[in-house]
Structures are given as structure tokens and as C-alpha cells.
Nanobody
């Protein structure tokens, strides 16, 4: 089974950039669709972006389209979320998710594995 560990979160000013990483254990990483979600207290976890297992297809939430980019390095068992032009409303805990399917997947319920999250705080 794949286990996921996110890193790269932190505090950044509005307009700045951050790159989140999600390192996966397991030798079958390349067979997993990967996704990024975020959650703020009192709200449901929301979809940010997703990648097919190959990385050839990516999808994004409208709120981040054009600002966030997902990429993956299957040789390193890692998926990335490059975030640019950050806004205070991007502040959340960001979670990485994986599912043994082709993907991409946009819904929480379809993902099989989750990381513990990394906090991103954007100051105004």
C-alpha cells in the first residue's frame, strides 16, 4: 500500500509562491492517480487539483486554475503542487491523496489513501 507524506507548507505573503511535495512509499506509485485537496476549519475538504497516473492529464479547481500546477516524478515517487500568485483565501491545510486508478479524480470519496497534511498560510 502507498503511504503519503506532504511537505513544503509554510507562511508566505500574498502574491508569493510555494511548492508542496508529496512523497509516496511503495513500488506501485506510478499506477496511482494523485490529487491535492485543502481544508479550513469548519469547512469540507475541497478539491484543488488531480493528476492521472501518468501525469499526462491534470485537472484543477476553478479557484486555482492558472495559478497552481501539479507535476509528478514517478522515478522519485513524488508529486508536487506548485502554487503561485497566492491569495489569503488559499490558506488551508493541504492534503495529498492517492488512488490505484488511472485518474484524474476530483472527489474526496474516490481516493483510497491520504497524507496527514501540511499547513499553508498566506498573509495579506
Amino acid at each position: 500500500q502507498v503511504q503519503l507524506v506532504e511537505s513544503g507548507g509554510g507562511l508566505v505573503q500574498a502574491g508569493g509562491s510555494l511548492r508542496l511535495s508529496c512523497a509516496a512509499s511503495g513500488r506501485t506509485f506510478m499506477r496511482y492517480a494523485m490529487g491535492w485537496f485543502r481544508q479550513v476549519p469548519g469547512k469540507e475538504r475541497e478539491f484543488v487539483g488531480g493528476s492521472s497516473w501518468s501525469g499526462a492529464t491534470t485537472v484543477y479547481a476553478d479557484s486555482v486554475k492558472g495559478r497552481f500546477t501539479i507535476s509528478r516524478d514517478n522515478a522519485k515517487n513524488t508529486v508536487y503542487l506548485q502554487m503561485s500568485s497566492l491569495k489569503p483565501e488559499d490558506t488551508a491545510v493541504y492534503y495529498c491523496a492517492a488512488d490505484p486508478s488511472a485518474g484524474p479524480i476530483t472527489t474526496v470519496s474516490e481516493y483510497d489513501r491520504w497524507g496527514r497534511g501540511t499547513q499553508v498560510t498566506v498573509s495579506s
